[in-house]
């Protein structure tokens, strides 16, 4: 593998890897507020990139059609937190683990019968016309997703530290109840979460769809990568998602790269979920995550 080839592999890695890192906040945002694995984050990306093509082919500009995508979906995400994960709030953790599960297939087949099966495109940002940067041709809609990428990691700690809302959800991740004692109303904190994750994964879902199109199906495998990620970083710590989605994508990319035979891309996939398998072994914590010590 020559350097420029070499080059050319970790952009595409860190392009799929911030998509990953997006999805993995996505499911760090619920957890760190409910303790919940939601399975449904993933059809949040699918459902932002196939709202924006409608709304594009409806003759929205690109910009108006990523904005009305990012707040359907968070209102959605909404909605789904009212109507499926509030009435089991006092049921237990599994039983809402288990509802994500199957909200996910429904939103799936929704988005089957409003769309079809195939994949749908949806232009660059600004031209496909590739950047040459050391011999590595890039994509303009790359920069686009990296620029994503840290406004939204950046946008994210300065909430989490400068504001009051903020501080309310980390006070809730940290001590539920001694936040509801301070007056933290825990409910609007889980409805914010969703809403937040939601939109967060549907501006990937976006950003993504004109480099690899998407299609109703998209969403179950980008999640469990996005999971993936965030147990690689550390389940709960969003510094650590992000790290984590952009590892899995530059060691997927890769594998592509060194694997001999032909063929060799079929295998990334697999990728993710031999480093889950492997972390959950041995490292269960991620590789960010602190080990924790209960008193008994």
């Not at 510094?239 to 032909?262: K, N």
Request: proline share 4%; with cysteine.
């Amino acid at each position: 593998m020559s350097f420029d080839q070499f080059l050319q592999y970790i952009s595409s890695g860190i392009t799929s890897g911030s998509i990953y890192a997006l999805t993995a906040l996505g499911f760090t945002l619920i957890y760190n507020s409910t303790d919940i694995i939601n399975f449904a984050q993933g059809e949040f990306v699918m459902l932002g990139g196939l709202v924006a093509i409608s709304m594009h082919e409806w003759g929205a500009p690109l910009p108006l059609a990523f904005l009305v995508a990012v707040a359907l979906v968070g209102i959605v995400g909404v909605i789904f937190e009212q109507l499926a994960i509030r009435p089991l709030l006092s049921a237990g953790v599994l039983a809402q683990i288990i509802v994500t599960i199957g909200a996910s297939l429904a939103i799936r087949t929704v988005a089957m019968l409003i769309w079809g099966r195939e994949s749908l495109p949806l232009p660059p940002f600004s031209g496909d016309s590739p950047i040459v940067i050391l011999g590595a041709s890039i994509l303009p809609q790359t920069l686009w997703v990296l620029g994503l990428t840290l406004v939204i990691v950046v946008a994210l700690q300065l909430f989490y530290r400068r504001t009051l809302t903020g501080k309310a959800v980390r006070a809730c991740s940290v001590n539920p109840t001694a936040a509801r004692l301070m007056g933290i109303s825990y409910s609007r904190v889980v409805l914010l979460s969703f809403g937040l994750s939601a939109a967060i994964s549907a501006a990937g879902g976006v950003m993504i769809t004109p480099v690899s199109f998407m299609s109703y199906s998209a969403g179950a495998l980008i999640g469990l990568k996005g999971f993936a990620a965030c147990i690689l970083g550390g389940l709960g710590n969003p510094v650590g998602a992000v790290a984590g989605g952009l590892i899995l994508g530059i060691l997927e990319a890769l594998t592509v790269g060194f694997l001999p035979f032909s063929g060799s891309s079929g295998y990334k996939d697999g990728v993710a979920f031999l480093i889950l398998l492997v972390i959950l072994f041995a490292r269960p914590q991620g590789l960010f995550g602190r080990r924790t010590v209960e008193k008994v």
